[in-house]
């Protein structure tokens, strides 16, 4: 058994400020010397920026769609056991999962996964009373929750405080751990795709300590720090994704990392580097080519179609790309990766700019969300990734559209509703290219048939 200090931040719903309290958490724990590492339930890829940001360390995802049980235990348990606590963002509202009575994705679920306390973050700015019946309500729907606390957000006054704060104690029987005042500044920018990630938040530091100043005053911290080292100990989880003896470094890898690219998985990282993968920054923004060494590149989502006049201008990484990408270099793209490698973006504006052409069609922006969501897809072809007829779990979360792939279709959704997904290509099928996001702990063979095809590459 393994003792690992550790608490969730819970939400009634999307929006209530789990994100701000987090933050302000961990960096209170961060001022008492203490090292914190961050996790995410769910499948994002910007909240996570902030809660890096705050910690000093990458925020790490814990999905209990994409992962089995034993493999997010490892992940958890594996990142955690190296810090003096762990907090955990949750997903929108605390039992929000795949449907409305499957738990599957669920803050809740993960929480009972990890067997952590739950602080649930309620919104009190237009009741107080009433805040009893929603703690109450989200104590008692899972009695095997260890809801351990509230925490008050859109406080108006010290009377609206004690009113509230007086309600849930004595009528839903939970703590209330603090609150946080109506405070415009506090509240995060967004964009089409949700927040704007800390990496571009000039000021993040800034409005970090905003926050971690209204969480001292208003936060009971070392109420949070006694709930979270009261968490049970954790049974020393097996390892079925990190064998026990690391391979050795045999393959340089890129990784497309810069403004227009970001959205990764710490533990994709990991895995790549576990089986041999040397893993190295570029930006198709600001690099003249890829490096003549590199045997793989790995092109994961962002925001490339605010970058897509920058992106098109930069001919020689453009062409270096395609020129080693038909020479058979493995090539995975997911997402905004996918919108650089095909023929042409067009912006939210209507412009049209040239990307690499990797892959047939134009990615066009939309007026709204084209999907988003968890799928279970089959892949169609034997790939970099997987061999034909695998089953795998991603999610889905573009504003993009593609035409969609017939002959060359890398995936059929099988659901939540049947549909062609994605591109192999490439004479020797080394270009993969979709909007399906991929967490490489749901299999380990994933990354490591990606570094094998990447071995594979003589120059």
């Given at each position: 058994?393994?003792?690992?200090?550790?608490?969730?931040?819970?939400?009634?719903?999307?929006?209530?400020?789990?994100?701000?309290?987090?933050?302000?958490?961990?960096?209170?724990?961060?001022?008492?010397?203490?090292?914190?590492?961050?996790?995410?339930?769910?499948?994002?890829?910007?909240?996570?920026?902030?809660?890096?940001?705050?910690?000093?360390?990458?925020c790490?995802?814990?999905?209990?769609?994409?992962?089995?049980?034993?493999?997010?235990?490892?992940?958890?348990?594996?990142?955690?056991?190296?810090?003096?606590?762990?907090?955990?963002?949750?997903?929108?509202?605390?039992?929000?999962?795949?449907?409305?009575?499957?738990?599957?994705?669920?803050?809740?679920?993960?929480?009972?996964?990890?067997?952590?306390?739950?602080?649930?973050?309620?919104?009190?700015?237009?009741?107080?009373?009433?805040?009893?019946?929603?703690?109450l309500?989200?104590?008692?729907?899972?009695?095997?929750?260890?809801?351990?606390?509230?925490?008050?957000?859109?406080?108006?006054s010290?009377?609206?405080?004690?009113?509230?704060t007086?309600?849930?104690?004595?009528r839903?029987?939970?703590?209330?751990?603090?609150y946080?005042?109506?405070?415009?500044?506090?509240?995060?920018?967004?964009?089409?795709?949700?927040?704007?990630?800390?990496?571009?938040?000039?000021?993040?530091?800034?409005?970090?300590?905003?926050?971690v100043?209204?969480?001292?005053?208003?936060?009971?911290?070392?109420?949070?720090?006694?709930?979270?080292?009261?968490?049970?100990?954790?049974?020393?989880?097996?390892?079925?994704?990190?064998?026990?003896?690391?391979?050795?470094?045999?393959?340089?890898?890129?990784?497309?990392?810069?403004?227009?690219f970001?959205?990764?998985?710490?533990?994709?990282?990991?895995?790549?580097?576990?089986?041999?993968?040397?893993?190295?920054?570029?930006?198709?923004?600001?690099?003249?080519?890829?490096?003549?060494?590199i045997q793989?590149?790995?092109?994961?989502?962002?925001?490339?179609?605010?970058?897509?006049?920058?992106?098109?201008?930069?001919?020689?990484?453009?062409?270096?790309l395609?020129?080693?990408?038909?020479?058979?270099?493995?090539?995975?793209?997911?997402?905004?990766?996918?919108?650089?490698?095909?023929?042409?973006?067009v912006?939210?504006?209507?412009?049209?700019?040239?990307?690499?052409?990797?892959?047939?069609?134009?990615?066009?922006?939309?007026?709204?969300?084209?999907?988003?969501?968890?799928?279970?897809?089959?892949?169609?072809?034997?790939?970099?990734?997987?061999?034909?007829?695998?089953?795998?779990?991603?999610?889905?979360?573009?504003?993009?559209?593609?035409?969609?792939?017939?002959d060359?279709?890398?995936?059929?959704?099988?659901?939540?509703?049947?549909?062609?997904?994605?591109?192999?290509?490439?004479?020797?099928?080394?270009?993969?290219?979709?909007?399906?996001?991929?967490?490489?702990?749901?299999?380990?063979?994933?990354?490591?048939?990606?570094?094998?095809?990447?071995?594979?590459?003589v120059?």
């Amino acid at each position: 058994m393994i003792n690992i200090p550790r608490l969730v931040v819970g939400g009634t719903r999307s929006g209530v400020g789990k994100t701000i309290i987090s933050c302000g958490i961990i960096s209170a724990l961060k001022s008492r010397h203490l090292k914190v590492q961050p996790f995410k339930c769910g499948p994002d890829y910007i909240d996570p920026t902030y809660l890096s940001s705050a910690a000093g360390l990458p925020c790490r995802n814990l999905d209990s769609f994409l992962l089995s049980k034993p493999n997010l235990v490892e992940i958890f348990t594996r990142a955690a056991i190296k810090v003096d606590v762990a907090v955990v963002e949750g997903v929108m509202g605390l039992y929000d999962g795949l449907n409305g009575l499957a738990a599957t994705g669920s803050t809740a679920e993960i929480a009972k996964w990890i067997q952590a306390p739950v602080v649930l973050v309620v919104d009190v700015e237009k009741i107080s009373g009433s805040a009893a019946a929603i703690s109450l309500g989200y104590r008692l729907l899972d009695p095997e929750l260890n809801l351990a606390g509230v925490i008050l957000n859109g406080v108006g006054s010290p009377s609206h405080l004690s009113s509230a704060t007086e309600a849930v104690e004595k009528r839903a029987n939970l703590p209330v751990l603090g609150y946080l005042s109506k405070r415009a500044e506090l509240i995060l920018p967004e964009r089409h795709l949700g927040l704007i990630p800390a990496y571009e938040k000039e000021e993040k530091s800034e409005w970090i300590e905003k926050i971690v100043k209204q969480v001292e005053s208003t936060i009971d911290v070392a109420a949070i720090i006694n709930l979270a080292r009261k968490a049970k100990p954790l049974p020393e989880a097996k390892s079925n994704l990190f064998s026990q003896k690391e391979n050795p470094i045999r393959v340089p890898m890129a990784i497309a990392q810069d403004e227009a690219f970001g959205f990764y998985y710490p533990d994709n990282f990991d895995l790549l580097t576990h089986f041999g993968a040397s893993l190295r920054p570029v930006s198709p923004l600001h690099d003249g080519e890829i490096p003549s060494d590199i045997q793989g590149i790995y092109i994961g989502g962002g925001f490339p179609e605010l970058y897509a006049r920058e992106l098109e201008s930069n001919t020689k990484f453009k062409k270096s790309l395609g020129e080693a990408a038909g020479a058979g270099m493995p090539v995975y793209a997911e997402c905004g990766g996918l919108m650089y490698i095909s023929q042409r973006m067009v912006n939210f504006e209507g412009d049209e700019h040239v990307m690499v052409g990797l892959v047939p069609g134009w990615a066009r922006m939309q007026g709204g969300r084209v999907r988003m969501g968890y799928v279970v897809a089959q892949t169609l072809r034997d790939s970099i990734l997987a061999p034909r007829g695998q089953v795998l779990r991603g999610h889905l979360f573009h504003w993009s559209a593609m035409p969609e792939p017939h002959d060359n279709a890398a995936y059929r959704i099988l659901e939540p509703r049947e549909q062609l997904e994605g591109f192999i290509l490439g004479s020797r099928s080394n270009i993969l290219g979709s909007y399906l996001h991929l967490h490489f702990g749901s299999d380990p063979e994933l990354a490591r048939r990606f570094v094998d095809a990447c071995a594979d590459i003589v120059h």
